[in-house]
């Protein structure tokens, strides 16, 4: 059986659909929110700190930190640990990291990096 994906159109990038369903149904919104902090960054910083650190490496950085788990890349959550999440298919780590990306724009930020670390230094280092 096929499976029909629509794709939409979101600050530029490309997503399907589902991403925000895989969100909701894997629990991801019960640390994180799209543009404000909770027990774990925004998407929106996430986005944000990694299209600055990463570049064109960004959306490879999300995925892996999605089915890995991580833990540390944030200085004000450093002690929160992200869980791994072996179970999504490619086609859905890829949707989500587009999703995740696309909320880019919706970072709170001023010249001292607030939203992205709170100006702290976030370097390749961190991983």
């Known amino acids: 059986m096929k499976k029909i994906v629509t794709m939409m159109l ?18 991801c919104l019960s640390c994180h ?16 700190r990694n299209m600055r650190f990463e570049g ?8 892996n930190s999605i089915k890995n788990g991580s833990k540390g890349k944030y ?13 999504f298919s490619k086609e859905e780590l890829s949707s989500i990291a587009d999703y995740i990306l696309a909320q880019a724009s919706k970072a709170h930020c001023n010249a001292k990096g607030h939203g992205v ?3 702290m230094q976030m370097g390749r280092g961190m991983r």
Do not use: R, Y
Request: hydrophobic share 45%; with cysteine.
């Open 33 to 48: 929110a799209i543009a404000s902090k909770k027990i774990a960054p925004a998407f929106a910083g996430i986005a944000k």
């Open 10 to 27: 979101c600050s530029g990038v490309l997503f399907a659909q589902s991403a925000e369903k895989l969100i909701e149904q894997n629990g």
């Open 117 to 119: 670390g709170k100006g």
């Open 56 to 63: 064109d490496n960004a959306k490879n950085v999300i995925i």
């Open 75 to 87: 200085p004000m959550f450093a002690d929160m640990k992200m869980p791994s999440f072996k179970n």
